[in-house]
């Protein structure tokens, strides 16, 4: 299989503070992903992004698919912002590994 | 269009019995995949289908749970002699092309889930 890492594991921000979140894993990918979970469960995938920069509002998310790592960036933080985010990994081209989460709590 | 629906959205059951759960899609989305989130934990990859096809069944926890695909829509997620372990919420997705390939763009749509619970 394949090691996915991501960093921090939780995190604290103070509303309209900035923040990097960290996606780390251990072999060649076929496609990775970001997602968040809001707090009441629901799933948003936020990024496709197998390598490059891509920017969407206040998010934005860069992997270097050559280092194996990909970075998930959020600008002026809001309360709303909240949740776990998670990456996964494409592997294969058949299964999605994903990463353990990075639990954000904004405060307002 | 409606989003990706999952029924039952709640389902008790007693250790040792059967239950099926069920994947609506968005129409034409050609990829599908099951997750499974236990209570506080993170995300497991079960399977992914491709039309009616799952390249790739090792996702899955055991021989007591099989997933089929039919007509390139709904699918079901049948677990049998369920376990108190077993329980969890059940997530399906589905997006508009494969999970692999050239594109540039490959968003997952993530149903409400089922949550299961096995006494």
């Known amino acids: 299989g394949i090691q996915v890492e991501q960093s921090p594991p939780d995190l604290i921000l103070q509303e309209g503070a900035n923040s990097t979140l960290r996606c780390n894993f251990s072999?060649?990918?076929?496609?990775l992903q970001w997602f968040h979970q809001n707090p009441w469960g629901q799933l948003i995938n936020l990024f496709y992004i197998p390598s490059g920069t891509k920017q969407n509002g206040r998010l934005s998310a860069t992997t270097v698919a050559t280092e194996r790592y990909s970075l998930l960036y959020i600008s002026s933080s809001q309360t709303t912002d909240s949740g776990v985010y998670f990456c996964?990994?494409?592997?294969?081209?058949?299964?999605?590994?994903f990463g353990s989460g990075t639990k954000l709590n904004v405060k307002p | 269009g409606a989003g990706v629906s999952q029924s039952p959205s709640n389902k008790v059951t007693e250790k040792g019995k059967d239950v099926e759960l069920r994947c609506d899609p968005i129409s034409g989305h050609t990829a599908l995949y099951w997750y499974r989130q236990s209570l506080g934990q993170g995300l497991e990859f079960l399977i992914y289908?491709?039309?009616?096809?799952?390249?790739?069944k090792s996702g899955l926890p055991s021989d007591r749970f099989s997933a089929e695909r039919t007509g390139g829509s709904v699918s079901t997620l049948t677990i049998q002699r369920t376990q108190q372990e077993d329980s969890a919420v059940y997530l399906c997705a589905s997006s508009l092309v494969p999970a692999g390939g050239p594109y540039s763009y490959n968003e997952q749509f993530f149903g409400p889930g089922t949550r299961l619970t096995v006494l």
């Open positions: 996964a990994v494409l592997y294969n081209f058949n299964k999605f590994y």
């Open positions: 072999d060649s990918v076929n496609n």
């Open positions: 289908f491709q039309g009616n096809s799952a390249p790739d």
